[in-house]
């Protein structure tokens, strides 16, 4: 089945959404999810997760590209469960529990400046993104999105994982440089 019809079923409210979706995109979200969860159990929850999110949020949005919103909400809800479960390790993650509560009842929980500063850098790293190299913005893209091992990165372009470390290497240096001229980032 095709996106747009997939997209067209959650916009219905059939049910045949959420068994399509993940017949297409099972695979693909299970993946994200394991490589920055680690474990089968959490990226199985992790991607039932993302079809409820995917549920919730489709009658308001429309995306463009189908599997782009579900991996950006399987990696988001992935990094989410990994936060949340190095919050339990220091001791039972009961005071940030706490706050974190505490901060959905106060107004305006982060300023206005930082809203903007946080636009602008993912405006500027996509713009430095969009214009690297096609190899160079598959490798940043997998590591830095999907969060994918080096081993795996290598084997699935056939080279080295010297030549794919090397390749982060050189890109992260260029994109430092980037931010600083772009007056986004202090020098280190």
Known sequence: ME?????????QRSDLA?????RKYGRY????????????????????DTWL??????????????????GRITRNLAL?????????????GEALLALDELEECIPGGTNPEQ??????????????????QQTEKVIFVLRYF????????????QCSKAKIKSSLFRTRNKLRVFLQEEGLCTVR
């Open 3 to 11: 996106d747009g019809q997939i997209v067209d079923l959650y916009w």
């Open 18 to 22: 959420i068994s399509e979706t993940n």
């Open 29 to 48: 979200c299970h993946s994200i999810a394991y490589h920055i969860c680690g474990l089968d159990e959490d990226a199985e929850e992790c991607v039932n």
């Open 53 to 70: 999110r995917a549920w919730n949020l489709m009658p308001d949005q429309r995306p463009g590209a189908l599997s782009a919103f579900l």
């Open 80 to 92: 989410d469960r990994i936060k949340a479960k190095n919050r339990q390790k220091r001791g039972g």
């Open 115 to 132: 809203v903007l500063e946080e636009k602008e850098l993912a405006n500027a790293i996509g713009s430095f993104v969009s214009d690297l």
């Open 146 to 157: 999907y969060v994918a091992p080096i081993e795996e990165i290598a084997e699935r372009l």
